[in-house]
């Protein structure tokens, strides 16, 4: 007999891991990456993709712009978003690391995915310097 907790979710489920409740990126991550593929997505639009509430996404998109990670723009009704893609990894352990070839990498591979034209890749970054 099957039993599923109702904090199981089969689309996280990784075959023999005991628990597919965690994701390898956070919130802030899904939602970075998903502005990162869609500049022009609407709040409703990442919080599908992402599985977060409206409220979320818009709280982590403030932390994301007070962080320097994106910028908005308005043009008319419509918002824009545009990822530094020289910010850095907030973690010690990607000390020195930026998070544009990251996301280059993860957007790669969703248009990969997706029918229709792919998005332009944009310019490689220079190798970044690693403190000695």
Do not use: C, K
């Not at 409740?21 to 409703?44: K, N, Q, Y």
């Not at 982590?60 to 962080?67: K, W």
Request: glycine share 8%; net charge neutral; no cysteine.
């Amino acid at each position: 007999m099957l039993v599923i907790s109702r904090d199981y979710d089969p689309v996280m489920a990784v075959p023999g891991e005991r628990d597919g409740s965690w994701t390898l990126l956070t919130g802030h991550g899904h939602v970075l990456v998903e502005i990162a593929h869609r500049p022009d997505a609407r709040i409703r639009d990442v919080s599908s993709v992402v599985g977060l509430t409206e409220r979320t996404v818009q709280a982590i998109v403030a932390d994301l712009e007070a962080a320097g990670y994106l910028t908005r723009t308005r043009t008319g009704r419509r918002t824009r978003y545009t990822v530094n893609p020289d910010s850095p990894f907030r973690h010690q352990a990607q000390e020195g690391l930026r998070v544009g070839p990251f996301l280059d990498l993860l957007t790669v591979l969703a248009d990969a995915d997706a029918p229709g034209p792919p998005t332009p890749p944009r310019p490689p970054l220079p190798p970044p310097s690693r403190p000695s």
